[in-house]
């Protein structure tokens, strides 16, 4: 499985963006995909995560209630749909996938395919 991550750019604090993870292979539609983001100087940590069928979704405390998550298998692509954005939303935003799980997780030694990142600036 390749993933390519995309829809990152330049936003002002309370903007929306959309970003988009799209896989080859046609296993993808088997597996859990999840976000995570790196920002600058921090470690790697989970955003949210879905489960083959779109109905086992986890979110992170900071993303509950502002992001949301969901897949269009037919598509190959895993949206993360992210709102009410701030300063503290710039990171890196990268997407995983496994087929290891049947349900996402917030362990990131959890995912065997990564996307190569797509970068998120919030001004304020």
């Known amino acids: 499985v390749q993933l390519q991550a995309s829809g990152g750019g330049l936003v002002q604090a309370g903007d929306s963006l959309r970003l988009s993870c799209t896989g080859s292979g046609r296993t993808f539609s088997s597996t859990v995909v999840a976000w995570f983001r790196q920002a600058p100087g921090k470690e790697r940590l989970f955003v949210a995560g879905?489960?083959?069928?779109?109905?086992?979704?986890l979110y992170s405390g900071s993303s509950k209630g502002r992001y949301y998550i969901h897949r269009d298998n037919a598509k190959n692509t895993v949206y993360l749909e992210m709102n009410s954005l701030n300063p503290e939303d710039t990171a890196i935003y990268y997407c995983?996938?496994?087929?290891?799980?049947?349900?996402?997780?917030?362990?990131?030694?959890?995912?065997?395919?990564w996307g190569q990142g797509t970068l998120v600036t919030v001004s304020s």
């Open positions: 879905i489960n083959w069928g779109g109905t086992g979704i």
């Open positions: 995983a996938a496994t087929s290891r799980l049947r349900w996402a997780d917030e362990n990131a030694a959890q995912y065997d395919y």
